[in-house]
């Protein structure tokens, strides 16, 4: 049996092979600090705000979201139907979304919902006055990289990919930090491929053929949907002790396919009810063997972009379900048990608005800060002021780095970069973090400590 890295629940399928679960351990990631002035997010949702009539509720869309009534309804076999199997066990066979019968918001689920959407558009606005925002967007995309892969059981934390992807050790002592890696690469990927083709199956297989390549996980058919059975259970289970068992193969492709006429139909759905129900449903489907998680929380990111809701991918929701990992997955068992899809909505919806507000006040804190360091250099560095400007512009790319790394990107001599560097230290702008007199790395704290903070 496979043991999976989600975590309290583990994945499995029928091969004779195991691998370590994952071990709960917390995330790294505390919430962004909030230290930024809130005016800056108030001028710029004035100056970018946008139309988000789509996130809201609307009184065209009563066929697939009602306000709760008394219906008379019942929840089994709202999500779909638990089928016996030869083998003794049963494997869940999920319906066709939209649920039916409609989704029932009550008043404060209508609510939640239109705030998220406003928080969302505060997100979109405050990206767009960041002077690059796809330097702040590398960072991110790899705190997402880091927490998503922590839900599935790798243990890298954010340091550990930044150094890793300035080359200053030796990959091949940290194996787990290619998988954040490949999550990295994954995302890029998608986005890239996104902007000539539509969202598929193909492309999520494509996707998710980077997503494992050359890792944990990359015997188990990389970019290719399952042909044998899987499950989810506690470490050491067996398909018939297993907490849940998505459908088998035959039934997972015609799934699959309903999916994806669900995400490209012109539903009246708004469209972060519509992504919940997405998330939800891929995994129950459950294609792959592994990365099936990451892969269903890459797709929230991927939905948002070809809908046009974010312009750049700047929600991720990885960071709240790993705060809330029981609730993550127990709120997902509740649709496949008890059709409870409003419950998983609200938590969704909760997740978006929370988030959403994290981001933007963070955007908002780095061009407080870019501001700050950039005045610091002008003012105490003298004649090697443009140099500096130099070097703290590398450093929003590569927040960890050595001498070498910042004489070879800014076309700096070693010596006046290491000085350099010395002075950046001085100012309380880089931190040595080995300790060490020869091979030293240098991180830049201030920025990195806005995307990661303790245990």
Request: hydrophobic content about 40%.
């Amino acid at each position: 049996m496979i043991a999976g890295r989600a975590f309290p629940y583990v994945s499995g399928c029928a091969i004779a092979t195991s691998q370590p679960g994952g071990d709960g351990r917390r995330s790294i990631f505390n919430s962004v600090k909030i230290t930024a002035p809130v005016i800056v997010l108030i001028a710029c949702w004035r100056q970018y705000g946008r139309n988000f009539n789509s996130l809201l509720p609307s009184g065209n869309n009563k066929n697939h979201l009602t306000r709760a009534s008394n219906l008379s309804s019942t929840a089994i076999g709202r999500a779909g139907r638990y089928i016996s199997q030869p083998a003794g066990y049963r494997a869940f066979i999920p319906r066709s979304l939209p649920p039916d019968p409609p989704l029932q918001l009550d008043e404060t689920g209508h609510s939640l919902l239109s705030e998220a959407g406003i928080a969302l558009g505060r997100l979109d606005g405050s990206i767009q006055i960041l002077p690059d925002a796809d330097l702040f967007m590398y960072m991110f995309i790899r705190k997402e990289a880091v927490l998503s892969s922590q839900i599935e059981g790798t243990q890298s934390s954010l340091n550990d990919l930044l150094a890793a992807e300035a080359k200053l050790f030796g990959l091949h002592e940290r194996d787990d930090v290619w998988e954040v890696i490949n999550h990295v690469q994954a995302l890029n990927h998608g986005l890239e491929r996104l902007e000539t083709l539509p969202l598929s199956m193909r492309l999520i297989k494509e996707i998710h053929g980077v997503l494992i390549k050359d890792v944990r996980g990359s015997q188990y058919r990389p970019g290719e949907f399952r042909t044998s059975q899987n499950w989810i259970g506690a470490a050491g289970s067996t398909i018939n002790e297993a907490v849940f068992v998505p459908p088998p193969p035959h039934e997972m492709q015609t799934a699959l396919g309903e999916l994806e006429k669900f995400w490209h139909s012109m539903s009246d759905l708004p469209i972060l009810v519509k992504v919940a129900l997405v998330h939800a449903q891929f995994e129950t489907i459950h294609p792959f063997l592994d990365g099936n998680g990451r892969i269903g929380r890459l797709l929230v990111t991927f939905l948002l972009i070809i809908s046009r809701t974010l312009r750049k991918p700047a929600l991720f929701l990885s960071e709240y379900f790993i705060r809330r990992r029981d609730e993550y997955y127990l709120r997902l068992q509740a649709v496949r048990d008890e059709g409870a899809w409003e419950e998983w909505v609200m938590f969704f919806l909760r997740g978006v608005l929370q988030v959403s507000d994290q981001a933007a006040l963070a955007a908002a804190e780095v061009v407080a800060l870019r501001e700050e360091h950039r005045q610091k250099v002008t003012e105490n560095f003298g004649r090697s002021a443009a140099n500096g400007l130099r070097i703290l512009e590398l450093l929003y790319k590569f927040p960890v780095v050595n001498v070498n790394l910042v004489s070879r990107n800014t076309k700096i001599g070693f010596g006046p970069a290491n000085l350099l560097i010395a002075r950046f230290v001085e100012e309380g702008l880089l931190a040595e973090i080995t300790g060490n007199k020869r091979n030293r790395l240098f991180q830049y704290k201030p920025y990195t400590d806005l995307f990661a903070g303790g245990p």
